[in-house]
């Protein structure tokens, strides 16, 4: 936007030219008067006897009022400029308003007049009537900035209230007043999109009508969605598609629970676990969802413990009690209140305790015929005979053992040579 010298300089020189051409015409009168003063002054002069009836009046020329010059200082003068600058402003942003408008942009026409014509003032200097015409503007600007506003929002607000009372014909007419004043008024639009599909959606609601009578819910569901998505401002609508897919999501719902119930007593664990969790994403805080998912975890878990008890009993069988004692403690670390597998635990431990045991004689057999380490061994292989009808290996373990005591204290002959020199004394 050009600056405030800028287009002062631009008004003078618009007025220069006007008085350039208002001097030239000037000159052209003036010679033709020139002209015809000699042409009557070689005519002869006629005498009249009338007294001029004029002498006895005087003419008074009439002079304007001139505004009284008013002095401002530097900083005023700026203040001026800007409040100039900010008018100008204001009055090019009401012309493109009201642009869609003839009546409100002739008067828009009118306030941009005044400006330039303040412009000019303050190009003369004459502040004081800037100062007014600047006032003035302003009042005119808001004033037309009222009356325009006021031009396509009754017609609007009429065509709404005639609307909602199913008289489209005289809301179409009323909206189009507003959007021929207003092409870009928001609401006028929207009405105006109501407006084009209003029989489409009357249709809608009718099918909803007869879905109800039928009993049939999709029917009354698919109505309602295209209701609101022909006109969203139908609250009613999206009230009854909200209460439908309610109803829709409650059967639904209800639905995976029994058949997560099914599926769980036929042991089908998966394609309950696979049920509950649609569910879960229907109505996650609901209790019964949450009690039939602890029955379906506990015997999931039941599950899990029977498995690891009869992988427990198959090495019992196979008489690892290494792999036992292992497996035993995996699963009870998940159920340690399962008796199958403490008592597993207990066996293996016994057992893998005899076997230590009797390995450490029958690594050194020579200790047996010690009577201590003997007996000992005795000990060690009662204690042990009390777990070996659980373990094949601890039975033949025994068995090896006592062998070797056996043959230790089997009597063997002895023969001795003398040699005449050594003595020998049997005691008995």
Do not use: C
């Not at 051409?21 to 000159?27: D, E, H, P, V």
């Not at 941009?112 to 800037?130: C, D, I, P, Q, T």
């Amino acid at each position: 936007m050009p600056s405030v010298e800028q287009q002062i300089e631009q008004s003078r020189a618009k007025k220069k030219a006007l008085i350039k051409k208002s001097l030239l015409g000037f000159s052209l009168v003036m010679l033709i008067g020139v002209a015809g003063v000699l042409l009557i002054s070689y005519m002869p002069t006629v005498t009249s006897n009338v007294t001029d009836a004029t002498d006895d009046t005087t003419a008074v020329p009439q002079t304007a009022k001139a505004t009284p010059a008013v002095e401002v200082n530097e900083e005023e003068r700026k203040a001026l400029q800007m409040a100039l600058s900010e008018s100008k402003q204001s009055v090019n942003d009401l012309v493109s308003r009201v642009s869609h408008s003839q009546m409100f942009l002739e008067k828009a026409s009118e306030v941009e007049r005044k400006l330039n014509s303040a412009f000019n003032e303050y190009g003369a200097s004459n502040y004081s009537a800037v100062m007014n015409a600047l006032d003035d503007i302003k009042s005119s600007v808001d004033t037309i900035n009222t009356d325009y506003e006021n031009a396509y929002t009754q017609p609007y607000e009429d065509a709404l209230l005639a609307f909602n009372n199913g008289n489209v014909s005289s809301a179409f007419n009323l909206n189009k007043t507003s959007l021929t004043i207003n092409p870009d008024f928001e609401k006028a639009n929207i009405l105006q999109q109501r407006i084009d599909v209003f029989d489409e959606v009357q249709d809608a609601y009718e099918q909803a009508r007869i879905g109800k009578v039928e009993n049939n819910i999709s029917k009354q569901r698919e109505a309602y969605a295209k209701i609101v998505q022909l006109d969203p401002a139908r609250k009613d609508a999206q009230q009854a598609l909200d209460a439908i897919n309610r109803q829709l999501q409650d059967s639904r719902f209800d639905t995976l629970l029994a058949q997560a119930n099914r599926a769980i007593e036929q042991g089908d664990y998966p394609a309950a676990a696979e049920f509950l969790n649609d569910a879960k994403n229907l109505k996650a805080s609901s209790s019964e969802l949450a009690t039939i998912s602890k029955k379906l975890a506990s015997f999931i878990a039941s599950q899990e413990q029977q498995k690891i008890e009869n992988q427990v009993a198959l090495f019992v069988s196979a008489d690892e009690w290494q792999t036992v004692k292992l497996l035993a403690n995996k699963g009870l670390a998940s159920f340690p209140a399962s008796p199958a597998l403490l008592e597993a635990k207990q066996n293996a431990e016994a057992i893998l305790d005899a076997e230590k045991s009797l390995s450490a004689y029958q690594r050194r057999p020579e200790r047996l015929s010690d009577n201590n380490v003997r007996n000992l061994a005795l000990k060690d292989i009662a204690r042990a005979g009390s777990h070996a009808e659980k373990s094949a290996k601890l039975r033949a373990q025994i068995s090896s053992l006592e062998q070797v005591i056996d043959n230790i204290n089997q009597p063997r002959s002895v023969t001795i040579t003398s040699d005449n020199d050594t003595y020998i004394k049997y005691l008995e």
